[in-house]
T-cell receptor, first 113, second 113 residues
């Protein structure tokens, strides 16, 4: 089946640093989504991307839909302690009757104050 | 503004016992999903439903059953719990096709001893 390779698996950074993570696939997706999971909670949608080349921001977060439609990137600028959590990418191909997202395995972010 | 509600939040079972995890959504979503999350494995789809009265198997369906008798509820059953089913379980829902992604519940932490 389809798989997403998300990297890095984990990151330990200092408060104030910028963060970059990415997701790649061997398949083309029509939609890329980025979620954040706080400790003890369910994932929450951060950013949705619907068009190849699209660049979308949500506060300090910026995500891009790769031109090839096989990858996506998430950047966090000037990290703060509350950025701690697991970030998941997800890809979707719609057009059929199903709406199953394919999830990456996540990037665990730790921020040192 | 409840979104997706999961009950219970925590449960400890003995091997061989049965239980049902409840998921309710108030967003009139057509699709509902059950995932399990284990360290290093990301989110794995157990079963899903694209409408009332219909269910389908996901990536890891063995040992689980589901029912969707009402549009707003999706039940996950463990008939004979095994230690390998120790995990955090997440329910999610979406509109048809999931173009806007999923809304997740806050999870059920299940331990089978």
């Amino acid at each position: 089946g389809q798989q997403l390779n998300q990297s890095p698996q984990s990151m330990f950074i200092q408060e104030g640093e910028d963060v970059s993570m990415n997701c790649t696939s061997s398949s083309i997706f029509n939609t890329w989504l980025w979620y954040k999971q706080d400790p003890g909670e369910g994932p929450v949608l951060l950013i949705a991307l619907y068009k190849a080349g699209e660049l979308t921001s949500n506060g300090r977060l910026t995500a891009q839909f790769g031109i090839t439609r096989k990858d996506s990137f998430l950047n966090i600028s000037a990290s703060i302690p509350s950025d701690v959590g697991i970030y998941f990418c997800a890809g979707l191909n719609y057009g059929g009757s199903q709406g199953n997202l394919i999830f990456g395995k996540g990037t665990k972010l730790s921020v040192k104050p | 503004n409840a979104g997706v509600t999961q009950t219970p939040k925590f449960r400890v079972l003995k091997t061989g016992q049965s239980m049902t995890l409840l998921c309710a959504q108030d967003m009139n979503h057509e699709y509902m999903y059950w995932y399990r999350q284990d360290p290093g494995m990301g989110l794995r789809l157990i079963h899903y439903s694209v409408g009332e009265g219909t269910t389908a198997k996901g990536e890891v369906p063995d040992g689980y059953n589901v029912s969707r008798l009402k549009k707003q509820n999706f039940l996950l059953g463990l008939e004979s719990a095994a230690p390998s089913q120790t995990s955090v379980y997440f329910c999610a829902s979406s509109h048809k096709g999931a173009v806007n992604g999923y809304t997740f519940g806050s999870g059920t932490r299940l331990t089978v001893v």
